[in-house]
């Protein structure tokens, strides 16, 4: 059993994230995406790009490309494309998941 300040690290291999510790590295940010895809978790994300401001709605994630994400808008179906997951500079997503949690606003580290 957790207790409040245990590192949830343990939980899942691929993160190293917290809800205490708000940045993750872009590398973290993927496998989170890939986790959330397999997973078929009913999450959505939205992001923030470098010289950007938010995107307005929260996106079902298609596919995830080499460089890039495609979304889908879940309200109209519209599709975005985030061409380069390096030019993410912020998430955050409308659900918990692991130990993500929703409506937090995630920084992504560069590197």
Sequence with gaps: MLMPGDNTDRLH???STTSSNSQISVLELKRL??????????????FRLIGEMWQI???????????????ENEFDSKPSVVPNINNVMQFELDRSF???????????VPG
């Design 33 to 46: 995406l890939f986790d959330i895809v397999d997973s078929r978790a009913e999450v959505c994300v939205r």
């Design 57 to 71: 709605n929260h996106y079902r994630i298609v596919t995830i490309t080499e460089p890039g994400v495609i979304l």
């Design 98 to 108: 692991r130990q993500y949690q929703p409506h937090f606003h995630y920084s992504v």
């Design 13 to 15: 291999p691929h993160f």
